[in-house]
């Protein structure tokens, strides 16, 4: 459950999701309403939703919705209900990856086991979920990273962050690197939108595979901000097995990335320069990692 689609799958067993069909989230009252129109049966059901998951019940960040737990099982008659938070699902989901599927930008091979992870998801919020090994295995952490306030790190970044701020009237993580940051950031260089533009993101993105050299700038300032905040991330959960982005974003950016992957400016003291060079960072372009990451949620539950 997302603050733009809601995606509702079935599954059997340790069968692969089907009949998965993706829902507009605002065009619903509520999740109930999504899960009536995708009608089906079914025994038990995990939901993974955007926002903090407290004692069952998650008020969605980017939606008027409640979601519980509890309502959900009594409305649907399933036997056993799960609710976690939908970064805590995508972590779970790249836990259950193999190494092979995760796509290194800096070059540093992922070694997970025995070591913290982090997840990174931008798109219309900022999710951040860890894994946490507790010495046999990962246990997924979902946190609200987004909604900490913004560190500029140069003069740019300072006057970027000011701009964020009187027009959101906060800078936080999200505010600087969700929604529409990357057309924020475009515009911010003096690039123009057209009015009626729908999806300014994917408007300045088409613009910058076009080589404009506005929109140029934009992606690969955005980009080193994101991978500047995935070093920030390895520092603050020690995720010696890595940092790893998710989702359609870090898909779309994965050039700029990488770039500046390799233009990095040093930080700190030596030690912890010494430290982050053994962090891998990188991405995953896998299918129905929070369909995953639920499924064996469900079977622990």
Partial sequence: VGGTNTRVAQVEGAGRPRGLRIFPSREFPSLEAILRTYGGEAEAAAVAVAGPVIDGVCRVTNLPWEVSAAKLQRTFGWKKTVLVNDLAAHALGVASLPTKSLISLNGRRFQRSGRNVVVIAPGTGYGLAALLWDGERHRALATESGHVAFAADD?????????????????????????????????????????????????????????????????RRYAALLYREAEDAALRYFALGGVIFVGNVARALGPHLSAAARHHRERGPASIGALLEQVPIGWVDAPELALRGLRGELAEA
């Fill in 155 to 219: 003069d740019e970044a300072w006057t970027y962050r000011a701009a964020v701020c009187r027009e959101h009237g906060v800078a936080s993580v999200e505010t600087v690197l969700a929604g529409h940051a990357f057309s924020g950031l475009f515009r911010f260089y003096g690039g123009k939108i057209p009015r009626g533009v729908r999806e300014p993101n994917v408007w300045v993105g088409e613009r910058a595979t076009a080589g404009n050299r506005l929109a140029l700038k934009a992606a």
